[in-house]
């Protein structure tokens, strides 16, 4: 725990640290400056000057510095900082002073750069003697608020509600329900606040992606592709967008894509029907077939996407650069025969083959207000495959297919013992089309029970398998939720 008394910060030179990692270990220099030293030593103006210019650094492309702890990582601008070699005292210290006076972030504006040494060294103090207070944050706000010091912004454990709290990140904690359901929560907020022209921050959505991403490649069994059969009409749009991304992030897994291309692909696959918040909701919903003036208003939705990535996400030019590009290209087809019609000449990039791929999956297997069943997985695989190689990537599709096997995880299988079964694993053999599942036994109320997990690969001595398929269907049919029978 860092005390009064603790040493000045030792890393292993400001050369070896990242930006965010100078930042840190100037301001604890400069909460151990502010212990020894008054205003007017010339060791104070080199402090301040170094803090200063960290901040300086941070805040190019942004309209403020946030620093944000969750469950004891800190991240910077959305972007979490890593624990390495090097960088453990400054991390363990920092994490230390915020814990023990309660604060789980603060948020500086570029006003500071304007401060005078003095205002800087008087924050330090505060922040120093709030030790000693029973409300630390609040104590240190009364404080600010009185000295005019109007460029910082506290914040403390508690102070948002529970709801508005990201899931923890790791995996014992962070099951497939709550992540979803976080997600979708985020998604939600995100897309009201643009619908409104209001100004947005990808900060949550980031930590959403980056959440998913570690539930992703933590668990070989995919039950968080599984919470994507829990649909509602009212809310198509964005447990779309949540089912695409998690998709995608699938499919990048298994070509390799390695962690930090894993969240900007999550959150492009989040993003990428933004445009379709300013659509007429009658004109998303609409039971019949689209007029050619509705279908051409409907097309816009790629390109307003990218539209409301630049206009309304509080985010450097840089970092909206990484996900306008596959929004925008997702139905431009493979064969670049698709919309918006732009003349666009140029390889579809990888991001937008891999959602294209997950946007129409999951599109044919919802059931919409036009179409009141979704197909069954296998049905909407096969209808994707005579599209390989003109909307979709063939090899990315294949990659996809191989990936879900013949019968998806969450299909529903009748046998030939007339006995319905869940898909629960992927084949672990040869027979694309032997998956494993569970039995469900009807339970006299209109639902089902979990029974024994079998593989359909099994034989007698024979050579004959024990059962076999006889039909497939969406669960949605039988008002089955999948994630409540694999989880």
């Not at 995880?409 to 494993?436: I, Q, Y």
Request: aromatic share 8%; glycine share 6%; proline share 6%.
């Amino acid at each position: 725990m860092m005390t009064d008394d603790t040493d000045q910060p030792k890393a292993s030179g400001q050369s070896d640290l990242l930006p965010g990692e100078i930042f840190l270990s100037s301001v604890l220099s400069l909460l151990h400056t502010a212990r020894i030293y008054q205003a007017d030593n010339p060791q104070v103006d080199a402090t301040v000057k170094t803090f200063l210019e960290s901040i300086s650094r941070l805040l190019v492309g942004h309209e403020e510095l946030i620093l944000h702890l969750e469950n004891g990582r800190f991240y910077l601008q959305e972007e979490r900082l890593p624990r390495r070699k090097g960088n453990e005292f400054i991390l363990n210290n920092m994490l230390s002073y915020f814990m023990d006076r309660g604060i789980t972030g603060l948020k500086i504006f570029p006003s500071i750069i304007l401060t005078s040494p003095e205002k800087i060294l008087y924050f330090a103090n505060t922040l120093n003697a709030s030790i000693r207070q029973e409300l630390p944050v609040n104590w240190m706000e009364q404080r600010f608020t009185t000295s005019r010091i109007d460029w910082v912004e506290l914040s403390q454990e508690g102070r948002e509600s529970a709801d508005d709290q990201p899931e923890p990140t790791s995996p014992e904690k962070n099951r497939p329900r709550k992540v979803y359901a976080y997600a979708l929560k985020s998604v939600k907020e995100v897309a009201g606040k643009i619908s409104t022209n209001q100004r947005v921050g990808i900060r949550k959505a980031a930590r959403m992606a980056q959440t998913m991403v570690e539930e992703v490649l933590v668990h070989e069994q995919p039950l968080l592709m599984a919470m994507g059969t829990i649909r509602a009409f009212d809310d198509y749009t964005f447990t779309h967008s949540v089912n695409v991304a998690i998709m995608s992030l699938y499919i990048g897994k298994e070509i390799g894509l390695p962690k930090n291309h894993l969240e900007r692909l999550g959150i492009c696959g989040l993003f990428h029907d933004l445009g379709k918040v300013i659509l007429p909701r009658g004109l998303l919903n609409k039971p019949a077939r689209l007029s050619e003036d509705e279908f051409s208003e409907l097309s816009k939705h790629s390109l307003d996407s990218t539209r409301l990535i630049i206009k309304l996400l509080s985010s450097p030019a840089k970092r909206k650069a990484e996900f306008l590009l596959a929004p925008f290209e997702h139905h431009l087809k493979f064969d670049l025969s698709g919309y918006p019609d732009i003349g666009w000449n140029y390889p579809i990039s990888l991001f937008g083959r891999i959602i294209a791929i997950a946007d129409v999956y999951d599109a044919l297997t919802s059931a919409r207000v036009y179409r009141k069943e979704a197909l069954s997985p296998d049905r909407a695989l096969g209808m994707m495959l005579k599209e390989s190689g003109v909307v979709f990537d063939p090899v990315l599709l294949k990659v996809f297919i191989n990936m879900l096997g013949v019968y998806p995880v969450g299909t529903v299988l009748e046998l030939d013992t007339g006995e319905k079964a869940l898909v629960s694993k992927p084949p672990s053999g040869k027979n694309m089309d032997r998956p494993w599942v569970v039995t469900l036994t009807p339970d006299g109320r209109g639902g089902y029970i979990r029974g024994q997990e079998i593989n359909l690969a099994d034989q007698e001595s024979s050579g004959k398998f024990h059962y076999n398929v006889k039909s497939s269907s969406h669960p949605a049919r039988f008002n089955i939720q999948p994630a409540q029978f694999l989880s």
